[in-house]
């Protein structure tokens, strides 16, 4: 078995200054990561660049907003139901910071070379003056993220006094064996919070003098440490959790408060999906409309508890489902290139029952629910993708009793066979984007998708066999 190697850390070009009078010589100046992040966020606007990589359905919204957080400094706490991308969002800002940016070398606090802070860091800088030496830190290196769980101590954020260096000979009253915790040691950088209810609130007492005075204490110990960072937190808004609140006293000191949200609309709701879906087979946009149609109508229902929301994950885990049934169907049957169709959305209402939380008075038919959203979602998608259409052709193959087989085990070729050569299939493969010279696996696609339409729009009648096939004939 062969070891997976880690990603290596950046190196630093060779050609920047290894001490701090090489830096001088530079002309380079010091500036605080607010000051940092603002300068280079409006550097990316003057070049109309992309600000936040990644990020989709928030930049008429959520963005400005975060961005007028930025330009004033403040730090800020985004609240939001689960799944709206917060931690997404929060982790973005890394980019906005200097690929490069110099500290002290060793210094635990990432101290900058012209502005050092702990008294060790402040002594070897007058003792080494010209020649103190310089380290380099990628931006990826200056980002720090805690998830807040009740087991989360001071000691974990702030810092505590370190056993092993009193064990070392150090007295207790020396600064020196005090261990530093996760936020003084993103000195210089972005810190995060995430689901910051959650954090106890004697902890989040600890994080009062990080916003406000920039400084910390640990054990008694009041150091004066002039801490340089963005404080960034999440959050689901306190009328959906039960679980903790944020104390007032925190929430005063957060100059931001910015309320995420669901995608506004479906070709967001499609977009984030086709993003971030790791999809093991090709899912044509028709079916991924299904998919989002029928998130966004879960997310909608007045069966569905609407303060626990329905995740973005939702949607991307069911895309995810259905290129799988497409990938199993291939893996079983020998086909070459798998294809999802619209029969394989039907895979979704079981495995991702457990992502909704229902209304108490609907226990016992969540399935029943969801697979009525489901159709729901197909009929919809169906009148929009090919309203107007003449499907005649497709009504005249289940003539005189005849019917078409399909189904999860059905292969595209089984299912071209059964339906040869129809009239109109041609535009409904142009209107459902899929050119004139589909692939066996995309004809199959589009020739299921007209007769589960007509079938949800009372056209075409539809029968499960024993053995799994679905069979599509005459209207019942």
């Known amino acids: 078995m062969t070891a997976t190697a880690e990603p290596a850390l950046p190196t630093p070009p060779a050609d920047l200054p290894r001490t701090v009078g090489e830096l001088r010589a530079t002309g380079h100046r010091y500036r605080t990561v607010k000051q940092e992040l603002r300068e280079n966020l409006l550097a990316r606007m003057r070049e109309g660049a992309d600000r936040f990589p990644g990020i989709?359905?928030?930049?008429?919204?959520?963005?400005?907003?975060?961005?007028?957080?930025?330009?004033?400094?403040?730090?800020?706490?985004?609240?939001?139901?689960?799944?709206?991308?917060?931690?997404?969002?929060?982790?973005?800002?890394?980019?906005?910071?200097?690929?490069?940016?110099?500290?002290?070398?060793?210094?635990?606090?990432?101290?900058?070379?012209?502005?050092?802070?702990?008294?060790?860091?402040?002594?070897?800088?007058?003792?080494?003056?010209?020649?103190?030496?310089?380290?380099?830190?990628?931006?990826?290196?200056?980002?720090?993220?805690?998830?807040?769980?009740?087991?989360?101590?001071?000691?974990?954020?702030?810092?505590?006094?370190?056993?092993?260096?009193?064990?070392?000979?150090?007295?207790?009253?020396?600064?020196?064996?005090?261990?530093?915790?996760?936020?003084?040691?993103?000195?210089?950088?972005?810190?995060?919070?995430?689901?910051?209810?959650?954090?106890?609130?004697?902890?989040?007492?600890?994080?009062?003098?990080?916003?406000?005075?920039?400084?910390?204490?640990?054990?008694?110990?009041?150091?004066?440490?002039p801490l340089d960072l963005l404080l960034v937190a999440s959050a689901n808004p306190e009328d959906y959790t039960n679980r903790g609140r944020i104390i007032t006293p925190l929430k005063d000191r957060f100059g931001a408060e910015i309320r995420t949200h669901y995608p506004v609309d479906l070709e967001l709701e499609t977009a984030l999906v086709r993003q971030e879906a790791a999809l093991v087979a090709a899912v044509p946009e028709h079916v991924l409309e299904v998919v989002a149609r029928f998130a966004r109508a879960v997310r909608e229902s007045p069966s569905v508890d609407a303060r626990s929301g329905v995740s973005a994950r939702f949607a991307i885990a069911a895309a995810e489902t259905v290129a799988a049934a497409a990938l199993r169907r291939a893996g079983l049957l020998g086909e070459g290139e798998p294809v999802a169709r619209v029969g394989d959305t039907v895979s979704v209402v079981s495995t991702l029952r457990g992502k909704v939380e229902f209304e108490s008075g609907e226990e016992g038919r969540e399935i029943e629910l969801l697979a009525h959203l489901l159709r729901t979602a197909t009929a919809e998608t169906f009148r929009d993708r090919l309203a107007g259409l003449d499907l005649s052709g497709f009504t005249a193959l289940v003539a005189d009793d005849a019917v078409i087989e399909t189904g999860e085990l059905v292969a595209a070729e089984e299912l071209l066979r059964q339906v040869g050569t129809v009239p109109g299939l041609a535009k409904v493969l142009d209107r459902l984007g899929l050119g004139d010279a589909p692939t066996p696996g995309e004809a199959a696609a589009a020739i299921e998708f007209v007769l589960e339409g007509l079938h949800l729009t009372r056209r075409l009648g539809k029968d499960l066999t024993d053995g799994g096939r679905t069979r599509y004939g005459g209207r019942d």
């Open 56 to 225: 989709v359905g928030y930049q008429d919204t959520v963005l400005p907003e975060v961005e007028r957080a930025l330009l004033a400094g403040h730090d800020m706490v985004l609240l939001g139901e689960r799944g709206q991308g917060k931690t997404r969002l929060i982790r973005s800002l890394v980019s906005l910071l200097d690929e490069w940016t110099p500290v002290i070398a060793g210094s635990e606090l990432n101290e900058h070379p012209l502005h050092p802070v702990s008294p060790a860091m402040r002594a070897l800088a007058a003792e080494s003056g010209d020649g103190l030496p310089v380290a380099w830190l990628h931006r990826s290196m200056r980002y720090g993220e805690k998830l807040a769980t009740p087991d989360t101590s001071v000691g974990d954020l702030i810092g505590d006094v370190d056993p092993i260096r009193v064990a070392q000979g150090r007295t207790l009253g020396d600064p020196e064996t005090i261990h530093f915790g996760l936020v003084p040691r993103t000195n210089r950088g972005i810190f995060a919070v995430n689901e910051l209810p959650d954090l106890a609130e004697r902890i989040q007492v600890a994080l009062l003098n990080v916003l406000e005075e920039r400084d910390i204490q640990v054990r008694g110990y009041q150091l004066r440490l």
